[in-house]
C-alpha cells in the first residue's frame, strides 16, 4: 500500500489522512510575500516549509500531478506609499524587490518555476501577480453583489459579514462575539463593523483601474480579494491545501473563505489549512525598534543557503521557532558533518523509508532530521536530504564554489602544498611552516591524511 501523508487542518483542528479531491492532481496554495521591501526571516519560513511540503507531494504523487501556486502581492497601501516616496511606479517597485526575493528564496535552496515546470505542459509551480488578476477580481465583486452578500457604498464594495452565518469557522471565533468586539469607530457606510472592503476608491497618485459595475469611479482591490482570485483562476473554486503563516488566519483566509464560499456557491474553499508558527529572534519579537529585525539577504551574507534552510526546518512547522545564532552554528556544523559522510557519491534511487515517514506525520522534520543523522550509507543520506532541498552539491563542486568565491588563487595553493610536502620530505621544518603559514594567510587550510596525501579546505 502506498504511503499515506498525515496533515493537521486547521479548519477542523484535527490531523487527519491526505486525499486530493482528484486522484490525478493535487493543487495547493500558499500566500507569499507583499514585494515592498527587502523579505525577512520571518517570511522566509513559510517559503522554506511549504517549499518542503511541496516537495513531499511530488515525490508522493509524481512531479506532473502536483500544482503549487504561491502569490506575489503587489499592490497594497505599504507598496503604493513606498512608491510614491521613491517617485516611481508600483510596477517598477515591485519588479526590483521581487527580484531581489527571487535571489534570496533560490539561495534558500526554493524551487523556482524554471526549475519544475516544463514547456508544453502546464505549469506545476506558478508565482501569479495581484495586478495580473484584476478582471478575476472584478468576477468575483460583482458576483459577491448580486448574490446579495457585498453592497456598493460611497464609492467601496464591501463584505456584507452577516450574510454568511458560517463566517469564523477557519478562526473559531463566534460572529456574536467578534461584532460586541469590534471598534467601536467604524467607517459611517459600513452596514456591520465587522464588513471588510472588497474594493477602494483609489486616492490622487495611487494606481486605479476600472470599478466594478455600480462605481464611476477609478479604484484599487482590498487586500482579501486578491488570494480569493488568484486561487480561482489557477487551482479551481474548490482545491486541496491553503496554507500560510499563522497569522493569516483571521482575518485575511477567514476573508478569503467568505468571499470564495459566497461567490460560488461551495461549502469550502480549500479541504485543509496549513499554517506554520511565528519566529523569534534570540527569544523576542522580531522588529525594528528592538534592533533584531533581519533580512533575509543579510542573514545569507554570513552563513550558507543550506545552513538557514536547515535551521529553519530543525523546528516543527506549527511551532513557533526561535532563531539564535546557536541554532545556526549547529546547522553549520550538521551540513559540514554531512558533506563528509556524502561526498562525491549520487543519491540513492529510492529516499529512506526511515526519513520518508515522519515527513508523512504532518511533516515531522525533527524526527526526519533524527533519522537521517542514524543513515552511515552516503547515497541514502544523500537521498533523504535531497528530499528536504539539502546536499544539492557533491563536496567537490561546493569546495569549488567556495574557492571561487572567496578569489583564492588554486595554482599559488597547489604550488604551496607540493612546496611543503617537498620540504617535510626532506625534514625542512622551517621551510614547510612557511609554507603553512603563507597558506593560512590566504585563507586555507591543509590536513596531512593517512595515505600520504594532503587536502585543503577554505576556512
Same mark, same amino acid.
Given at each position: 500500500m502506498a504511503p499515506m501523508l498525515r496533515l493537521y487542518n486547521t479548519l477542523t483542528r484535527e490531523k487527519?489522512?491526505? #486525499?486530493?479531491?482528484?486522484? @490525478?492532481s493535487v *493543487? &495547493?496554495?500558499?500566500?507569499?510575500?507583499? $514585494?515592498?521591501? #527587502?523579505?525577512?526571516?520571518?517570511?522566509?519560513?513559510?517559503?522554506? $516549509?511549504? /517549499?518542503?511540503?511541496?516537495r513531499?507531494? =511530488?515525490?508522493?504523487?509524481?512531479?506532473? =500531478?502536483?500544482?503549487?501556486? =504561491?502569490?506575489?502581492? %503587489?499592490? @497594497? @497601501?505599504?507598496?503604493?506609499?513606498?512608491? &510614491?516616496?521613491?517617485?516611481?511606479?508600483?510596477?517598477?517597485l515591485t519588479d526590483g524587490t521581487l527580484a531581489q526575493f527571487h535571489a534570496d528564496i533560490r539561495d534558500l535552496g526554493v524551487l523556482m518555476p524554471e526549475d519544475v515546470n516544463v514547456a508544453g505542459e502546464r505549469a506545476r509551480l506558478i508565482e501569479p501577480r495581484a495586478t495580473d488578476?484584476?478582471?478575476? &477580481?472584478?468576477?468575483?465583486i460583482e458576483g459577491l453583489v448580486a448574490a446579495g452578500h457585498a453592497y456598493v457604498a460611497e464609492g467601496h464594495v464591501l463584505f456584507d459579514v452577516p450574510s454568511m452565518?458560517?463566517?469564523?469557522?477557519?478562526?473559531?471565533r463566534p460572529l456574536d462575539e467578534m461584532e460586541a468586539g469590534a471598534r467601536v469607530e467604524v467607517a459611517p457606510y459600513k452596514r456591520s463593523p465587522l464588513d471588510f472592503v472588497l474594493w477602494k476608491p483609489s486616492k490622487v497618485g495611487e494606481p486605479a483601474w476600472p470599478s466594478p459595475s455600480g462605481i464611476a469611479a477609478p479604484g484599487r482591490p482590498g487586500w482579501h480579494i486578491e488570494c480569493s482570485a488568484m486561487s480561482w483562476k489557477h487551482l479551481g473554486q474548490t482545491f486541496d491545501i491553503h496554507a500560510g503563516g499563522i497569522d493569516l488566519i483571521f482575518p485575511h483566509h477567514e476573508n478569503e473563505v467568505a468571499q470564495s464560499r459566497c461567490?460560488?456557491?461551495?461549502?469550502v474553499m480549500a479541504n485543509v489549512w496549513l499554517h506554520n508558527g511565528f519566529l523569534q529572534v534570540e527569544g523576542e519579537k522580531m522588529s525594528k525598534s528592538a534592533g533584531n529585525f533581519i533580512t533575509i539577504r543579510e542573514v545569507l551574507r554570513d552563513w550558507p543557503g543550506e545552513v538557514v534552510r536547515l535551521n529553519m526546518l530543525k523546528t516543527h512547522y506549527r511551532q513557533p521557532i526561535d532563531w539564535t545564532l546557536r541554532g545556526l552554528e549547529e546547522a553549520s556544523r550538521t551540513v559540514e558533518r554531512w558533506y563528509g559522510l556524502v561526498d562525491d557519491a549520487e543519491p540513492a534511487e529510492a529516499v529512506p523509508a526511515t526519513v520518508l515517514e515522519p515527513l508523512l506525520d504532518d511533516l515531522n522534520t525533527a524526527a526526519a532530521f533524527a533519522e537521517l543523522h542514524r543513515l552511515e550509507d552516503p547515497a541514502a543520506l544523500k537521498a533523504g536530504a535531497n528530499l528536504f532541498g539539502l546536499l544539492g552539491q557533491t563536496r567537490s563542486a561546493r569546495e569549488q564554489? +567556495?574557492? !571561487? +568565491?572567496?578569489?583564492?588563487? $588554486?595554482?599559488?595553493?597547489e604550488a604551496l602544498i607540493e612546496a611543503r610536502r617537498a620540504a *617535510?620530505?626532506?625534514? %625542512?621544518?622551517?621551510? +614547510? /611552516? *612557511?609554507? !603553512?603559514?603563507?597558506?593560512? +594567510?590566504?585563507g586555507v587550510a591543509v590536513k596531512d591524511n593517512k595515505d600520504g596525501t594532503t587536502t585543503w579546505t577554505v576556512k
Open positions: 487527519a489522512p491526505f #486525499a486530493p479531491i482528484t486522484a @490525478d *493543487r &495547493m496554495y500558499a500566500c507569499g510575500p507583499t $514585494v515592498y521591501d #527587502a523579505a525577512h526571516i520571518g517570511n522566509a519560513r513559510p517559503i522554506i $516549509v511549504f /517549499d518542503l511540503l511541496f513531499v507531494l =511530488r515525490h508522493l504523487y509524481g512531479p506532473a =500531478r502536483v500544482v503549487y501556486a =504561491r502569490n506575489v502581492t %503587489d499592490v @497594497d @497601501d505599504k507598496i503604493n506609499a513606498r512608491a &510614491m516616496e521613491r517617485g516611481i511606479t508600483i510596477r517598477e488578476h484584476i478582471a478575476e &477580481m472584478i468576477a468575483i452565518p458560517e463566517y469564523g469557522g477557519l478562526s473559531k461567490c460560488f456557491g461551495t461549502p564554489a +567556495s574557492v !571561487r +568565491s572567496a578569489g583564492i588563487d $588554486v595554482a599559488r595553493v *617535510r620530505a626532506a625534514k %625542512d621544518w622551517p621551510a +614547510s /611552516d *612557511r609554507a !603553512r603559514d603563507e597558506l593560512l +594567510s590566504l
